[in-house]
């Protein structure tokens, strides 16, 4: 089993910053990569951005593109998903989500592991 804590959310004003941390722990030795997805309020879980376990490959939703990076801290056995350039429609809650090989990075399916989420407002 794999755990996901998060963390870094809160409300900002447009325009701000934020970062997240998502710190998994447990068996992730079979991990592939980790992601960030998030779902607004009457609004399916849709996926942000995606990381490999080497952190050099990213991916990202076109939504967040050239707003959002996510990284990898080995050392600290992290991965962030800094925030910039925040919008109102860019609050939800957000989820750390780990995956093994399977599946597609951009769907809810390929992933396996699920942090509680951590909610993320930006008033206008």
């Known amino acids: 089993q794999v755990q996901l804590v998060e963390s870094g959310g809160g409300l900002v004003l447009a325009g701000d910053s934020l970062r997240l941390s998502c710190a998994p722990s447990g068996l992730t030795s079979n991990l592939y990569g980790m992601g960030w997805f998030r779902q607004a309020p009457g609004k399916e879980r849709e996926f942000v951005a995606v990381i490999d376990w080497t952190g050099r490959t990213t991916n990202y939703a076109e939504a967040v593109k050239g707003r959002f990076t996510i990284s990898r801290d080995n050392a600290k056995n992290t991965v962030y998903l800094q925030m910039n350039s925040l919008k109102p429609e860019d609050t939800a809650v957000y989820y750390c989500?780990?995956?093994?090989?399977?599946?597609?990075?951009?769907?809810?399916?390929?992933?396996?592991?699920w942090g509680q989420g951590t909610q993320v407002t930006v008033s206008s």
């Open positions: 989500a780990a995956r093994t090989p399977h599946g597609t990075i951009y769907s809810m399916a390929g992933y396996d592991y």
